[in-house]
């Protein structure tokens, strides 16, 4: 079933404020906190998780606007707008990027009307309230402010743990997405992996679906592997400001194009 409620609920948990609670935001009720530190109790690593998947994002983002000639934007499980969000880095390199945000949770609907703003005069940066699970009314939406006959990122970062836990569904939703846009196109996937039983225990907690690295392989059927392939978050193109050796963490992201 999906889900594009537009009420806030304060006495139940959503993804978005406890992944915020997490990188250390203000967006936050105590039963998102409540369950964000009972899962951080039993794993720790989930704060290091959480900051990095926001870190992969600015890289990939950079490198999709400043190297891979890509001005156009699906970012679908955007979450609460935080520091260097997608138009921020992409309007930086391509100043007339457009971004489409998708989200389903109710509190991301309400920053987005005030923070999702452009960065560049030249730029867009629009927001539809949909549910990912309906892959073909988000991209009629996109249609509206993207030009779907150019190449598009779609990025899915941390959504389908929570939103497909069939990974059935979770390929479903990226083929569909994926054939609605033309080749030059990128899929930008993070998600938390299937890679240790601290990670397996704390995903129970959060009701969230870890993936093996097969089932994230799968994902990139017939799509070009950009370098260095799929990797642990930390590890994909790592900044050369970066201090020390980046280590693996349970959570893993690749970047593909469509050919
Ligand atoms: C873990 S957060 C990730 C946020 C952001 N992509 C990032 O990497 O920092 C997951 C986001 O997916 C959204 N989400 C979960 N299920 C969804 C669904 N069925 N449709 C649309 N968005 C969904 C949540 O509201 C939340 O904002």
Redesign the pocket.
């Known amino acids: 079933m999906?889900?594009r409620s537009t009420e806030l609920r304060f006495d139940v948990p959503?993804?978005?404020r406890v992944?915020n609670y997490w990188?250390g935001g203000k967006d936050n009720y105590p039963p998102d906190r409540a369950v964000g530190d009972a899962v951080a109790a039993q794993n720790p690593e989930i704060l290091v998780i959480?900051r990095q998947?926001?870190q992969f994002?600015v890289r990939a983002v950079t490198f999709l606007a400043a190297e891979a000639g890509i001005d156009q934007f699906l970012?679908?499980?955007?979450?609460?707008p935080?520091m260097q969000n997608t138009h921020e880095v992409a309007q930086q390199h391509v100043p007339a990027a457009r971004i489409v945000y998708?989200?389903?949770?109710p509190l991301?609907l309400a920053h987005a009307r005030t923070l999702l703003v452009n960065t560049a005069p030249e730029g867009v940066t629009t927001y539809v309230h949909?549910?990912?699970?309906e892959p073909e009314t988000i991209l009629a939406d996109a249609r509206n402010v993207l030009n779907l006959d150019r190449p598009v990122a779609v990025?899915l970062?941390?959504?389908l743990g929570?939103?497909a836990p069939d990974f059935a569904d979770m390929r479903s939703i990226i083929t569909t997405l994926m054939a609605g846009l033309p080749s030059g196109s990128y899929l930008v996937l993070?998600d938390g992996s299937d890679t240790s039983d601290t990670v397996r225990e704390s995903a129970v907690m959060n009701n969230y679906q870890l993936r093996t690295l097969d089932q994230f392989r799968q994902c990139f059927e017939g799509l070009e592997m950009v370098e260095p392939g799929l990797v642990p978050t930390p590890l994909w193109r790592p900044a050369p400001t970066d201090i020390g050796t980046p280590e693996p963490i349970d959570s893993y992201c690749a970047v593909g194009r469509k050919p």
């Open positions: 999906t889900d959503h993804s978005a992944w990188l959480a998947a926001r994002l970012d679908i499980g955007t979450g609460l935080t998708v989200d389903n949770d991301v949909a549910d990912v699970r990025m970062l941390g959504i929570h939103a993070q």
